[in-house]
């Protein structure tokens, strides 16, 4: 039998043990994330106000660096050529994996491993990927050179030329994000219910019909998501070029991540490149914004 | 009696408790045993180049039999200069000894991370060293322009030269049949009949890939027509009429009789080119021509052969030694700069020589049996000149900028002229904005 005194201390302890095991339980939790994201985060904005000379900091200059951006006309360059690459290749991906996705859909012989085999690519490390795209596109021992030359035709320019480098980045991006594209596609296909779809067919509707007015209407929440996931994504592009092409021939395929990079890390404009990246943040982070924005209107109306 | 499956705050932190022992005994487990030392520890950061397989073949082992312990890290060309300069400036310590590019001295010296190696014990004054090699070492340059912030501070020796390379060139005897072509002309016209008589396909080949490589390749072409980068007070002037008519030869008769592709070439092609006996002629560093003599690495072995650069008005070759700088940070400082010393010794200069390397002492030249036929050719090459890039901490983004115009000016087959006055203005622009003037 307990004394009063001793019920009361064992009542306290585990009342106070209760209140403080949540935040026991998240303190590691929350000092790691304080740690690796939140300070990094506040240097960073706070390094965006300063002026750095051989890689350390010299004087404050307040928003200088981000006024400095619009003038900048490489930093121009490199977010119209890094606008135009997400642009067009998120626009392909999410044709494409649509696509495959309602031809996945179907049940036949083999599908499992057609699904399977199709999401390869996204599963390769995007610097493998690269290297064996420049086996693939370099001009003196490629294989689309080689390919040529065995038909009888000359050496094929894909890295030498700013357009077909270009084109040639977005075809990368494409093999390699499709996959993802179609994944989220095909998980958004297969959760939506069959009562619609089944009505509809017994109404005599056909194939285009029924994707035009209850397929894709009913999918475009998660066309959306995907859309707006993928081009968060590619707009943080980078070994894929770094690899590839380091953002020539000349500015062709220098996405801001490559001109962020050598400013900060080779050319040592600390402050100026994280003005840079700040400012490409806020872009991407307004664009996801307006995208789920956009997308609350549809559901609504 | 029945058992409860419900999350108990007991059951919770044994579990926790028991992840956390079983991971930190994974861990402990998984990671490999510190091996003994072996010597005295020095960690060499380089990046990956040909020029320095006979360090690595010959000369470590060496240095183990003086009683260092040498762990040589190699990274590629393209991220060593920024992985090198965070260790350094963050004091990270990764690194006792970086093999540096020499035109990334002045990067260090301005932001003052490298180690005093003349306080070191270092001699910077014996007369041994291969002048304009050594020159290189100092921050700030003990001659021609410094950069503002430098202009009134002592010289200090940062580096030591390390393998001496610099740019030669490299021809089929066997199209070049008189020796080394003297002119860039001679280049082009002999290049033409060794490609009419079927025993190459292009009379020359070179890199063309926009930043350090094209301008790397441009740079002798440049010196040889007489240009001049900077004048005494930072402003470009490597847009005179000197510089424009070297950039228009090398963007329109150079890329005519080079590979269609050669806008992409990097080192590697332009390797590829020469060693497979495509090309008949090439400005290189000593890595490919290492190989030169090698049947296993060149399908025309004994068709190489080395000479002086082809000069327009002068035969100046671009200098671009690896260099050595010991990091504050380093983990073994001593240790480093003891290797140094044993290192830049007339001795081990002239076993390198003979291991194959281009030395930094001009003593190790003269060795009876140099391990390459280049050796002599590049003491040739010093003596009919050879330079350095400009030495400012910002030519890493003077490069960049030139290269991205010159890669521009290739890719149309012209315009050499205009894109050194375009690169011009952006070169001032940015030196402006950081406070050159």
């Known amino acids: ?301 | 009696m029945m058992h409860s499956s419900r999350l108990t705050r007991r059951s919770v932190i044994k579990g926790g408790l028991g992840l956390a022992l079983a991971t930190t005994a994974l861990t402990t487990l998984g990671l490999p045993m510190p091996a003994k030392a072996a010597g005295k520890k020095v960690i060499i950061g380089a990046f990956a180049d040909g020029g320095l397989t006979p360090f690595k073949e010959k000369i470590i082992p060496l240095a183990k039999e003086q009683g260092f312990d040498i762990q040589f890290l190699e990274d590629e060309y393209g991220v060593t200069l920024e992985k090198w300069f965070a260790d350094a400036q963050s004091g990270a310590g990764q690194y006792d000894l970086y093999l540096l590019d020499d035109p990334w001295v002045p990067q260090f010296g301005a932001a003052n991370v490298l180690e005093d190696l003349g306080a070191g014990g270092i001699d910077g004054s014996d007369k041994d060293w291969i002048g304009p090699m050594i020159d290189m070492g100092y921050w700030p340059p003990q001659q021609g322009p410094r950069v503002k912030g430098f202009e009134n501070a002592k010289p200090t020796l940062i580096c030591v030269p390390f393998v001496g390379d610099l740019q030669t060139l490299t021809y089929r005897n066997d199209v070049f049949t008189g020796g080394a072509p003297k002119t860039w002309d001679e280049v082009i016209a002999k290049g033409k009949e060794g490609v009419a008589a079927g025993k190459i396909k292009y009379p020359v080949v070179f890199r063309g890939v926009s930043g350090n490589p094209i301008v790397t390749s441009w740079y002798p072409v440049f010196l040889s027509f007489g240009g001049s980068f900077f004048d005494d007070k930072w402003n470009p002037i490597f847009n005179s009429a000197e510089g424009k008519a070297s950039a228009d030869f090398f963007v329109g008769t150079m890329k005519q009789n080079a590979p269609s592709g050669v806008v992409e070439f990097d080192s590697d092609q332009e390797g590829a080119a020469i060693l497979g006996g495509e090309a008949g002629a090439i400005i290189q560093y000593s890595g490919n021509a290492l190989k030169a003599d090698d049947p296993a690495q060149t399908k025309v072995a004994g068709k190489l052969d080395f000479g002086v650069v082809p000069k327009q008005e002068k035969a100046i070759a671009q200098m671009g030694i690896f260099i050595a700088g010991v990091p504050k940070s380093a983990p073994n400082k001593a240790n480093s700069i003891e290797f140094l010393k044993w290192y830049v010794s007339a001795e081990t200069q002239a076993k390198l020589s003979e291991a194959g390397s281009i030395p930094v002492k001009r003593s190790a030249f003269g060795v009876a049996k140099p391990g390459n036929r280049l050796i002599p050719v590049a003491l040739q090459q010093l003596d009919a000149g050879a330079l350095p890039r400009p030495r400012t901490p910002d030519w890493a983004k003077v490069e960049e900028l030139l290269g991205i115009e010159l890669n521009k000016a290739l890719q149309a087959g012209s315009g050499g002229g205009a894109a050194l006055d375009t690169a011009a203005k952006q070169v001032k622009d940015y030196l402006t904005t950081v406070g050159y003037y």
């Open chain 1, 1 to 301: 039998m307990q004394t009063g005194t001793q019920a009361r201390k064992y009542r306290l302890q585990g009342a106070g043990l209760d209140l403080a095991l949540p935040y026991l339980m998240l303190a590691p939790g929350l000092m790691v994330v304080l740690g690796v994201l939140v300070y990094p985060l506040w240097d960073g904005l706070r390094a965006s106000t300063r002026a750095y000379r051989y890689g350390s900091p010299i004087s404050n200059v307040g928003f200088q660096n981000y006024v400095q951006l619009w003038s900048d006309a490489q930093f121009l360059n490199s977010l119209w050529v890094t606008v135009k690459f997400v642009a067009l290749s998120v626009s392909i991906e999410a044709v494409l994996g649509f696509a495959l996705a309602l031809f996945c859909l179907h049940e036949f012989r083999g599908i499992r491993l057609l699904r399977t085999v199709l999401i390869i690519p996204m599963v390769i490390t995007p610097v493998v990927v690269a290297i064996l795209f420049r086996l693939i596109y370099a001009s003196d021992a490629g294989m689309l050179t080689a390919l040529s030359e065995a038909m009888g035709g000359g050496g094929v320019q894909i890295l030498g030329n700013p357009l077909n480098a270009f084109i040639g980045l977005v075809v990368l991006d494409v093999w390699e994000w499709t996959p993802l594209m179609f994944l989220i596609l095909l998980a958004g296909l297969q959760s939506l219910p069959h009562e619609p779809f089944e009505a509809a067919r017994v109404d005599g509707a056909g194939s285009w019909r029924v994707f035009a007015d209850l397929t894709f209407p009913m999918m475009r929440p998660v066309l959306a998501v995907a859309i707006v996931l993928r081009t968060i994504d590619a707009f943080g592009t980078f070994d894929q070029v770094f690899v590839l092409t380091r953002g020539g021939p000349g500015e062709a395929t220098r996405l801001i991540s490559i001109y962020g990079y050598d400013t900060a890390f080779k050319f040592q404009q600390t402050g100026y490149a994280a003005a840079l990246f700040v400012t490409i943040g806020l872009v991407v982070l307004a664009l996801a914004f307006s995208a789920i924005r956009l997308l609350r209107r549809v559901d609504a109306s």
